[in-house]
């Protein structure tokens, strides 16, 4: 295994790893900017108002989601775990 293998491993597993998780940070801005509008616009100002929404929104993304994320999880490591004799030369 050279230094080339390494770079591509880490840059797919960076991939994953930003596909996993752009669902649950995009769901969660856009919550946050939606609750931060409308605080601004009631004046109301409490720190569970912007926790308990975004707490919801994320946990229906994870279970609308989780399954595929899973699903993405699964797959690579499978793939890495199986290229480990091509890999290291043995196979």
Known sequence: MN?????????????????????????????????SLFQAMTQINDYTFTFVPKLIAVAAVLFI???WMLQQVVGFT????????HLIGVG
């Open 3 to 35: 230094e080339q293998t390494v770079i591509e491993i880490v840059s797919q597993a960076l991939v994953v790893t930003a596909e996993v998780a752009v669902p649950i940070l995009a769901v969660s801005l856009v919550v946050g900017v939606v609750v």
């Open 65 to 67: 989601a989780g399954p």
């Open 78 to 85: 499978t793939s890495l775990l199986t290229s480990i004799p």
